[in-house]
């Protein structure tokens, strides 16, 4: 079955540092991915997705991600992180013949002056 | 379009009690989710609509779950009888085509049940 993992729980950053957050999915064929990011008490916006084409792919508030098919990867970068930044972060695959979204346990992102 | 919109917000209930939650999707989204999320289990998908009919509702924990989307504009999820252990925020999405493209989140109904 299609499946999702994010293997931190808990990330912390200075701000200003460079931020990458790990996703690795598993599916057969070229798969749907996507990152959203949720604040609290809120529900989850779309930061970016990759379908097909270039592997880089360009995202809102800054980020981007990269797919890598050899490594059944499509982690999340940014270069320089703001205190505005900190909240939970889910890597999502279109699963079940992409019929549904499947997400990862998230990673929560904590921001240090 | 006013986006996903949820309600309640925020439900307070005693154990046994019925609880229904409801959903208005985006005008002309074809696809529907319901997803649970608490700290232990992150989030789960319950169950997911295309065209109104229900597609897969293997994460549906118990038969005391049940969801329903009787047309394009409105769905329900229905928890009879309540259980604390139903403590969760529960959130509808909706998307124009499954997982192809973005879903779009409500706010979230918080469950409380004591």
């Known amino acids: 079955a299609q499946s999702v993992t994010q293997p931190d729980i808990h990330i912390t950053v200075s701000e200003g540092a460079s931020l990458e957050l790990r996703c690795n999915y598993s599916y057969g064929a070229t798969p749907y991915l996507f990152w959203y990011v949720q604040s609290p008490g809120q529900g989850l916006q779309l930061l970016l997705k990759y379908f097909s084409g270039d592997t880089l792919v360009q995202g809102i508030k800054g980020f981007e991600a990269e797919f890598k098919r050899s490594q059944s990867s499509f982690n999340l970068r940014k270069p320089s992180v703001h205190w505005s930044d900190a909240a939970e972060y889910f890597c999502a695959v279109g699963a079940g013949g992409f019929q549904k979204l499947v997400f990862g346990t998230g990673t929560r992102l904590l921001v240090s002056p | 379009d006013a986006g996903v919109i949820q309600s309640p917000r925020h439900e307070v209930t005693e154990m046994g009690q019925e609880v229904t939650l409801r959903c208005k999707p985006i005008?002309?989204?074809?696809?529907l989710f319901w997803y649970r999320q608490t700290m232990m289990r992150g989030l789960e998908l319950l169950i997911y609509?295309?065209?109104?009919?229900?597609?897969?509702d293997s994460g549906m924990p118990e038969d005391r779950f049940s969801a329903k989307m009787p047309n394009a504009s409105f769905s329900t999820l229905k928890i009879q009888p309540s259980e604390p252990r139903d403590s969760a925020v529960y959130f509808c999405a909706s998307s124009l085509e499954g997982g192809y493209t973005e879903a779009f989140f409500g706010q979230g109904t918080r469950l409380t049940v004591v």
């Open positions: 609509f295309n065209n109104n009919v229900p597609i897969d």
């Open positions: 005008s002309g989204h074809n696809s």
